[in-house]
Every structure is written in structure tokens, then in C-alpha cells.
């Protein structure tokens, strides 16, 4: 199975600061004929499913805030909030599809304030 | 609009398998490339990826439940129904069902989620 590592696994972070997590993943995600990285990444708030903020990797999902961005390549991945609100409050996980036989996650990232 | 709802048991005994449904609208299971899927999460724990199925029959299951577990689906009632076996108080998690396309198996659509309790 492809593993996924996120860090760290706690980020706190005040309000209007810069929030970085990553997702590390144990073999390429990026399928050479069409040059696209097979990551998605998912925001879940308490009593919610998650809610998808990107997929191949940097494409923002429709109604995501431009705070957000991903990015990467590779094996090596980013999420990325530039200037942390209250309601980004929650936990960040990251998602392979490049194996569809075998989807894993990340084990997430909570976000917090300071 | 995409929907979709998990309903079954929400405490199982130990032993006992778990019966699951997901009923969805605003899409069909018989065309290509639509799949709906099982993910699971304990109580303050990460998504676990459990099961697929697509449009065309074809079955995906974790490894490590492969064993465990059954998905089929009944299109004429548009429901994906997920058994799971022998079920063990660390199975206890909340199950979600989703809505995936071959090739491009990122979740747009989840149901609220079930949470299933194992215990005695």
C-alpha cells in the first residue's frame, strides 16, 4: 500500500499567521502520461464528513476560500493556509488515488489556534 | 444533486456481522465510470479506506479487511450495501459512503456518516 505521512500532527497557529502542512508519501504520485500528481486534500470539522479542498494536487475545489493553496510533486506535498481564520479551525487530511484499487489517507493534521 | 445516506445497526455485538446501506441519488451505478465507496473513522482517529465498487461490478477491498468484507450493489433500489464479519470492539468507527469516478477517485460527495458501536 502507498503510505501517506502528514506533519506535524498538531499545528498551532494564530490568527492571520501562516498554516503549512505537509503529506509525504512513500512512492510517487505523479502518473507520467498525464503528468498529474494523484493527491487530494480534505478539510473535517467535528460531527462532519470531510470536505474536499483540492484534488491533483493544487486544483482548488469549487467555493474554496484562495487562502488555501496545494502544491508538490512528487512524493512530496503541501497544504498551505496563508492567513489563518477561525472557521479553518479543523483537521487537514491528504488522500492518494494514484493506486484506486488501494486508497489510503494521511493520518492528519489538526489546526488550532494559539 | 448528488446525495447519499448510510443506515444499518448502530450497536453490534461482538462476533455479529454488520449489514450497511448506502442509498444515494442523483446518479446511477449503471454508468460508466461511477463508484460508491465505504470509508470508516474511529472516534478521534484518521479515515480508513474500506471498500468500492463501480458501475461495472468491479470490487475493491482493503487488504487488511479483504477478508472481512463484502460490497454489492442493487441498482433497480440505487443502494451499495458493505458487510463486515466477525466485528471487534476496534471496529467501532463511524462509516461513511461516498461517490467516486474511475480515474479521477477523489471524494466530492460523503453521506453524513453512521456511527457504528461494537460492544457487549
Known amino acids: 500500500d502507498i503510505v501517506l505521512t502528514q506533519s506535524p500532527d498538531s499545528l498551532p497557529v494564530s490568527l492571520g499567521e501562516r498554516a503549512t502542512i505537509d503529506c509525504k508519501s512513500s512512492?510517487?504520485?505523479?502518473?507520467?502520461?498525464?503528468?498529474?500528481?494523484?493527491l487530494a486534500w480534505y478539510q473535517q470539522k467535528p460531527g462532519q464528513p470531510p470536505k474536499l479542498l483540492f484534488y491533483w494536487a493544487s486544483t482548488r475545489e469549487s467555493g474554496v476560500p484562495d487562502r488555501f493553496s496545494g502544491s508538490g510533486s512528487g512524493a512530496d506535498f503541501t497544504l498551505t493556509i496563508s492567513s489563518l481564520q477561525a472557521e479553518d479551525v479543523a483537521v487537514y487530511y491528504c488522500?492518494?488515488?494514484?493506486?484506486?484499487?488501494?486508497?489510503?489517507f494521511g493520518g492528519g493534521t489538526k489546526v488550532e489556534i494559539k | 444533486q448528488i446525495t447519499l445516506k448510510e443506515s444499518g445497526p448502530t450497536l453490534v455485538k461482538p462476533t455479529q456481522t454488520l449489514t450497511l446501506t448506502c442509498s444515494f441519488s442523483g446518479f446511477s451505478l449503471t454508468t460508466r465510470p461511477v463508484g460508491v465507496g465505504w470509508i470508516r473513522q474511529p472516534p478521534g482517529k484518521a479515515l480508513e479506506w474500506l471498500a468500492l465498487i463501480y458501475w461495472d461490478d468491479d470490487k475493491y477491498y482493503s487488504p487488511s479487511l479483504d477478508s472481512r468484507l463484502t460490497i454489492t450493489k442493487d441498482t433497480s433500489k440505487n443502494q451499495v450495501v458493505l458487510t463486515m464479519t466477525d466485528m471487534d470492539p476496534v471496529d467501532t468507527a463511524t462509516y461513511y459512503c461516498t461517490h467516486q469516478t474511475f480515474g479521477s477517485s477523489w471524494y466530492r460527495y460523503w453521506g453524513q456518516g453512521i456511527l457504528v458501536t461494537v460492544s457487549s
Open positions: 512512492q510517487s504520485l505523479l502518473y507520467s502520461s498525464n503528468n498529474k500528481n494523484y
Open positions: 488522500q492518494q488515488y494514484y493506486d484506486t484499487r488501494r486508497i489510503t
